[in-house]
């Protein structure tokens, strides 16, 4: 099963920033190792070993500046695999430890790439705002006029 998920964006002006912004949603989650490295046109952020999330590996995310814009992947750096074997049939010889362990990881790592894309559609919004000053936030509270 291959854990992969990578989007593509239209430019915008600061991938250093995006960079930023990526680290920090690790250090809010409670990511202990982030590093961040730029590569060329872009940069590569490993964060591994959260006490929130449960993770079997570390994650890794490549955000690459692309001809037209940019790229954005998100995956773990330990594959996460499927179960092989039957259920009943681990928990018997003492695998359901590890299989439970495997669930929870599973488990993470749909709740963090959830929330991480949710974040990074964010970011790109809040950027493009502040770059373009006639694009209204929706969060500005704007008194009537009389």
Known sequence: MDQRMQKSYENI????ELTRQVVRFFEVRKFEDITALQNG???????????TYKLKGDLKVDICK???????SLE????????NFPMTLATM???????????KSNEAWVKIEREFWNQIISIISDTRAAD???VQHENEQHSPEN
């Open 13 to 16: 002006a600061n991938l250093e």
């Open 41 to 51: 046109d872009g940069y590569q952020i490993v964060a591994g070993n959260s006490r």
């Open 66 to 72: 692309e001809k037209d814009g940019f790229t954005v």
């Open 76 to 83: 773990p750096l330990k594959e996460m695999k499927g179960f």
């Open 93 to 103: 010889f003492g695998g359901g430890y590890f299989l439970l362990k495997d669930l």
């Open 132 to 134: 373009d000053p006639t």
